[in-house]
């Protein structure tokens, strides 16, 4: 009998932290990555938040979006929301520059005071293990998709999980993406 407890007690542990480990795999915040300035930001501080994640980059036709992501940021970041900027140069080099190059060009031309990121590769061989995630339902436990162009969007909920992928062309302050932000 008390071997049958004892199995007993150890397999709804293994099952409790089998279960913690699934919901765990699906989320953003196993990540911590590079911000523009060369410090480690780790996903993890993001928890409760909405966040929106953009491939950017510096010399394309969507980068005017900067200015609708800062409006956004500014207008939502005190109601749990935030926006994370991810330059990439996967798309007709359009994001040449280095960290410090793409942070004055932000600054400079749009006031961008939203979390910026170091580059990083957002396709092929070389994609960052978060845009790996991101891409493929295997990972993120929602869906496959591919990132088509610059200023594709990523929508990730409170609990860190991909809900939502926005093409480019979709401005950041379409009325859908309002809508999510404000009712989830």
């Not at 961008?112 to 590769?121: D, E, G, H």
């Amino acid at each position: 009998m008390r071997n049958l407890v004892l199995f007993s007690l150890v397999l709804v542990n293994f099952s409790l932290f089998a279960q913690k480990s699934a919901s765990d795999k699906h989320n953003i915040y196993q990540f911590t990555v590079e911000d523009i300035s060369g410090e480690k930001f780790d996903l993890k501080e993001l928890k409760g938040k909405k966040v929106m994640l953009v491939n950017t980059a510096s010399k394309c036709g969507y980068t005017p979006q900067y200015a609708d992501l800062q409006r956004l940021y500014e207008k939502y970041k005190s109601q749990d929301f935030t926006i994370i900027g991810f330059p990439a140069n996967n798309f007709g080099r359009q994001e040449p520059g280095s960290d410090e190059e793409i942070a004055k060009f932000c600054e400079a031309n749009y006031g961008v005071s939203f979390p910026m990121m170091s580059k990083i590769s957002v396709k092929g061989e070389d994609m960052h293990p978060l845009y790996a995630f991101l891409t493929q339902k295997e990972k993120n436990g929602f869906k496959d998709s591919e990132v088509k162009w610059n200023f594709q969007k990523y929508l990730i909920n409170e609990k860190g999980e991909l809900v939502r992928v926005v093409p480019s062309a979709t401005l950041p302050t379409d009325k859908s993406i309002i809508s999510w932000i404000t009712n989830g």
